[in-house]
């Protein structure tokens, strides 16, 4: 099956600092990519949407200044936290999926902590 | 609105066989998908519906019938390793994909 991965897995910053978590589809083109959050014994909540050079359209609620998503290429989308808080610590998962297909494979997730 | 209602959580017996239910509320309907997430970790893929009826996998089954808007994911021979929650999505006519909050299953021995 496709393959995701997310780096760094666990991270653990200061308050204010910015942070970039990687999403990489490893072996095919992922035309679509997704960014979640999910607090600890909540659903997934989708962050924002995007596709491959283009912009990406975020959720209701959620602030594009501050979580920056870069879909450069079809392998690759970043999400950058800027100035974290400790509201922002949260368990941070993409997922890919490409062109015409229905299914989302999901990366492991990157574990975000800000003290 | 969306909607995606699912039992909070269940409790099972090793061995035994246990079916979780999902009713959505949706704009448009583009399919209903099934995840199994263990704590700590990121979703993985279980089962995907578009046509309504019963779609078998080994011991996981997914049932849909979009007259009601209902779909069930049965687990057969229930193992220790089942203990998880259970994710139903709903894609809607926007190719969007709405989350239930999940189900989470305990396994008994």
């Known amino acids: 099956g496709a393959v995701v991965s997310q780096h760094p897995s666990w991270v653990i910053c200061k308050s204010g600092t910015s942070v970039k978590i990687e999403c990489r589809s490893l072996?095919?083109?992922?035309?679509?990519m997704f960014w979640y959050r999910q607090f600890p014994k909540q659903s997934l909540m989708l962050m924002a949407t995007?596709?491959?050079?283009?912009?990406?359209?975020?959720e209701q609620g959620v602030e594009k200044d501050k979580f920056l998503i870069n879909h450069a290429s079809l392998t690759l989308s970043t999400l950058t936290v800027t100035s974290a808080h400790p509201e922002d610590s949260s368990f941070y998962i993409c997922?890919?999926?490409?062109?015409?297909?229905?299914?989302?494979?999901f990366g492991p997730g990157t574990r975000l902590t800000v003290l | 609105g969306q909607n995606i209602d699912q039992p909070t959580e269940m409790t099972a017996t090793e061995g035994a066989i246990v079916q979780i239910n999902c009713t959505y509320q949706?704009?448009?309907?583009?399919?209903l998908f099934w995840y199994q997430q263990h704590a700590g970790e990121a979703p993985t893929f279980l089962s995907y519906?578009?046509l309504d009826g019963l779609e078998e996998k080994g011991r996981f089954s997914s049932f849909l019938s979009r007259s009601k808007g209902y779909s069930y994911l049965l687990l057969k021979e229930l193992q220790m390793k089942d203990s998880a929650s259970y994710l139903c999505?709903?894609?809607?006519?926007?190719?969007?994909?709405?989350w239930g909050a999940g189900t989470k299953l305990i396994i008994k021995p």
């Open positions: 997922s890919a999926k490409g062109m015409g297909e229905a299914e989302q494979f």
């Open positions: 949706t704009s448009g309907f583009n399919g």
């Open positions: 519906n578009v």
């Open positions: 995007s596709n491959e050079g283009s912009k990406a359209t975020y």
């Open positions: 999505a709903v894609k809607d006519s926007n190719y969007q994909l709405i």
């Open positions: 072996d095919f083109q992922a035309t679509t």
